[in-house]
């Protein structure tokens, strides 16, 4: 089962859904069966609203399903309303479009990211994410060390016994782009090359002479152990974000990310062209 409580609340939902599609039954059909609105059916079913365990046995019942698989749902919408680690920080220092995305973080199996503008977040010295913060307008000035806090705290799924399979490309501008002063990006660069030596860690870049390639702005790809849980696409914003499941959506940004891959440097090549700008950020 998926650890974090937003990827028990996205199974259940997907769980759900599939019940009620194998019913042949619309939300409207359920909701007035169990004396329920339709939208209440619909909220259940795309994570938008709680799930009690009354719901669960009140659904199981209509769709008679057997003992385990009810026990089952039951336990993921228990499970599903603990808080995760990130959560202690405070709405303020986590959004709420990116703790959705922190906690199907933590569950995933392979990790896909392509960024264009700066480096990777589960790369980023405290020092570089302050800088970044600073100039946000999602957190407010007195709750940056939180959300710097938060971001080195990610930064452990990397390292830890259920690492993901990682892959990380980045455009050489954003070697070049000055975060904060040149010692700062100097630290910066040797973090990316320490953690590019992770045994499940990949990175590339993408460099400046690379020809054509896909014209895309940063995005960020997770893939789950269970097959059950699709994967998911993600692009956010200034004010919010974006989640793609679809089939199309991950089989486009799939491609894509394949060909931003062979457009790329080796990780080799990559490493070496990362100790070049270091010894440039040095003099």
């Not at 995005?219 to 004010?239: A, H, K, N, Q």
């Amino acid at each position: 089962m998926a650890g974090s409580p937003t990827a028990r609340r996205r199974r259940l939902s997907i769980e759900l859904k599939k019940l009620r599609e194998a019913n042949a039954l619309t939300c409207a059909q359920v909701g007035a069966a169990l004396d329920w609105s339709g939208s209440k059916v619909n909220r259940m079913e795309t994570g938008t609203g709680r799930v009690q365990p009354s719901d669960i046995d009140a659904l199981c019942r209509f769709y008679d399903t057997g003992d385990e698989l009810r026990e089952f749902l039951k336990s993921l919408a228990r499970q599903a309303k603990t808080r995760g680690w990130w959560q202690v920080h405070g709405s303020n220092a986590v959004p709420t479009w990116f703790s959705i995305y922190i906690g199907l973080e933590q569950d995933a199996s392979t990790f896909r990211q392509y960024q264009c503008e700066v480096l990777p977040g589960l790369m980023q010295t405290p020092a570089y994410a302050r800088e970044l913060h600073k100039t946000g307008a999602h957190v407010p000035a007195k709750d940056i060390d939180r959300a710097v806090n938060v971001r080195v705290e990610r930064q452990a799924m990397l390292t830890g016994p259920q690492a993901p399979d990682a892959w990380f490309v980045v455009n050489e501008a954003a070697l070049h782009n000055v975060i904060g002063d040149r010692p700062l990006m100097r630290e910066q660069l040797e973090r990316v090359l320490e953690s590019s030596e992770l045994p499940s860690v990949t990175v590339q870049v993408l460099p400046f002479d690379s020809g054509t390639y896909p014209t895309t702005g940063s995005f960020t790809m997770l893939g789950f152990p269970d097959p059950e849980d699709p994967d998911i696409v993600y692009r956010d914003g200034i004010t919010d974000a974006v989640y793609l499941e679809g089939e199309h959506h991950v089989r486009e940004y799939t491609r894509a990310f394949d060909g931003l891959r062979a457009a790329a440097l080796s990780p080799q090549r990559s490493a070496q062209l990362i100790k070049s700008i270091v010894k440039e950020y040095a003099t």
